[in-house]
């Protein structure tokens, strides 16, 4: 069964620290691996789409790196703002070209 | 581009009656996937279209549920009777052709309420 797990399920980080968000899959074949951004009673917003043949890729404070033999993702966020607060999440298209979710991790950020 | 669309953006309806989700898809974007979204079980894919024709819909709840995409840019999720365990927040999401490439955009979805 292919699953993404995203642990943990919350995390509290004091304003200006660099920060990680951890994101697992069972099953090595993916087509690419999606970070999204959801805020409390909205959609989701893409923040990084990353190919299974890439190991990394970059937008502004955001990293997202990709470990497709461990089948680990990992999004890294730099000197955090307040405004960085939402929920993360993390979603994998399988080759079967579904997009299959993590649960997210809730993050906040302490001014 | 005004990106995904949904309609209503809220839904309040009572047990019983028939519920149509509405979503417009990105100019160009050739896959579409409804999902449901609740506090216990997160993103459910409940039924994704490639090129207007469902590929997988073993997401869907059971036959109460139904979806069509009656041309390329649109689509509706059709819930019917509906019921209280049916609310939750739906979304759909469309991703143009390119395979790996490409990233799937989600519209800002569809609260709904069953009383």
């Known amino acids: 069964k292919q699953e993404v797990t995203q642990i943990p399920a919350a995390l509290s980080v004091p304003e200006g620290e660099n920060l990680v968000l951890n994101c697992s899959f069972t099953d090595s074949a993916i087509y690419n691996l999606q970070w999204f951004r959801q805020d409390p009673g909205k959609g989701l917003t893409s923040l990084l789409l990353?190919?299974?043949?890439?190991r990394e890729q970059t937008s502004g404070r955001l990293n997202a790196s990709l470990d497709k033999s461990s089948g680990r993702s990992t999004l890294y966020i730099a000197a955090s703002q307040p405004g960085d607060s939402a929920t993360y999440l993390c979603?994998?298209?399988?080759?079967?070209?579904?997009?299959?979710f993590g649960t997210g991790t809730r993050l906040t950020i302490i001014p | 581009d005004a990106g995904v669309i949904q309609s209503p953006r809220h839904e309040v309806t009572e047990m019983g009656q028939e519920v149509t989700l509405r979503c417009k898809l990105i100019?160009?974007?050739?896959?579409l996937f409804w999902y449901r979204q609740t506090m216990m079980r997160g993103l459910e894919l409940l039924i994704y279209f490639n090129n207007n024709v469902p590929i997988d819909d073993s997401g869907m709840p059971e036959d109460r549920f139904s979806a069509k995409m009656p041309n390329a840019s649109f689509s509706t999720l059709k819930i019917q009777p509906s019921e209280p365990r049916d609310s939750a927040v739906y979304f759909c999401a469309s991703r143009a052709p390119g395979g790996r490439n490409t990233e799937a955009f989600f519209g800002q979805g569809t609260r709904l309420t069953v009383v």
């Open positions: 979603a994998v298209f399988f080759g079967n070209e579904k997009l299959t």
């Open positions: 990353i190919q299974s043949s890439q």
């Open positions: 100019s160009g974007h050739n896959s």
